[in-house]
């Protein structure tokens, strides 16, 4: 791999010493990118077909419907509790090896559960737990995302807006493909190919070579101490905990109310059918927003992500509205666009701006709260609806996202942090 590795860190608060330069001529799609971008996208593609075999599984054995959301339970709840962890680990014993690791856990996890929904009816505990082994393994494979990029791409933004582009294809195929498995085979045939993805991702991050970073064998403290390296790292920034404060409201009143708000809303109105088309139309949205993100290069990247986010608006009014079918579908591809553009800023800034060595750690903070914060705001939006009405809460999640937005651009450590070229 031709990439250099990570320079010095730099000062508390300041950027790093870059991992490269962004060079004229120089080519995104080099060896090591290239087999990165297979690795993603195919344990995205895999991802999306879990709820689906669940789902099919679980139903078609005669099991209750709660054992479908307890099973989702047991996979997204390890993500949330151990990706804090992960990302100590991944700094520990680089991310390449962890990541390998969570895809061999994913891998052997999804095989049994092929060879135990094709064979026969298994018990949920068996379910249950190696739903849970799934979660674990991605909780040690998403911190070391973000570290990897840097370090396999010459063109950082394009990179993420590339791999923003192909999750948001993944994310539309994975469900759409389990679905057509599911009715041609069966659940087991569906978590076959789940485990298939995962033997992919493995065979490229294994061929996957990257050049020693300094902080590699560097000495290490205790596992409690790099924990707390990790959390004195994150809050010596404060355009990065400023961001991540307001996302934790943002996820809990807005991201985390507007799907399952969506799903009721859309559903109870124009049918099913119609549900799944808005979800493909906010996916092609979302392409639009990594596309726009190949193109443009502002040099506030938060502030740009901001603005864009306003989009968000558009469709929360629409459904707050009850508006027709071709207004929903107007609302979801502008959210999606603006949803993929703000993550594509995000995630360039943070890549650029924090040292390597501490990477790892500090992304895994962020998709801790993330997680966290939207699905209490999912769990919460059905009562909530029920106290004050859908249609009230959707509008108030508006009204939030627009003060969200007003925050960030009235912050001066992110409306003012600029992109490093």
Partial sequence: MCIPAAGPQAAPGGPPSLPHVEEPGRQLWNRGFRLFFVARTAAVFGDGMIPVALTAGLLDAGRPASSVGYALACWMGPLALFVLFGGVLADRFTPRRMMLIADALRLVGAAVLAVSFSTGNPPLWTVYALSSVAGVGAA???????????RVAPDVQRANAVLRVSEALMTMAGPAFAGILVGLASAGAVYAANASTFLVSGAC??????????SDDAPR??????????????????WLWGV????TVYGFAVLGPMLPLTAVRVTEAHGSGTYGAMMAVNGAGSVV?????????PRRPLAAGAVALTGVCVNLVVLGLGLSVPALAVGQIVAGA??????????????????PESLNRLHAYDVAGSLLMVAAGRA??????????????????????????????????????????
């Avoid at 991540?244 to 996302?247: D, G, H, K, N, T």
């Avoid at 996202?401 to 942090?417: D, F, G, K, M, Y």
Wanted: positive net charge; hydrophobic residues 55%; proline residues 7%.
């Fill in 140 to 150: 040690l494979f998403q911190p070391g995302v973000a570290s990897t990029v840097p």
């Fill in 244 to 247: 991540i404060a307001i996302w």
């Fill in 289 to 297: 927003g990594g596309l726009l993100a190949l193109r443009l290069r």
């Fill in 205 to 214: 991050l294994f061929l996957l070579r990257l050049a020693p970073a300094p």
């Fill in 221 to 238: 403290g205790s596992f409690a101490a790099e924990l707390i390296g990790g959390w004195k790292e994150f809050t010596a920034r404060s």
């Fill in 338 to 355: 603006s949803a993929a553009f703000w993550l594509v800023m995000w995630s360039t800034t943070v890549q650029t701006h924090i040292p």
């Fill in 380 to 421: 919460l939006a059905g009562p909530a609806a029920d106290q004050l009405g859908t249609a009230e809460v959707l509008i108030a999640g508006a009204v939030i996202n627009l003060a969200v937005v007003a925050v960030l651009l009235t912050s001066r450590p992110i409306r003012n942090l600029e992109r490093i070229p």
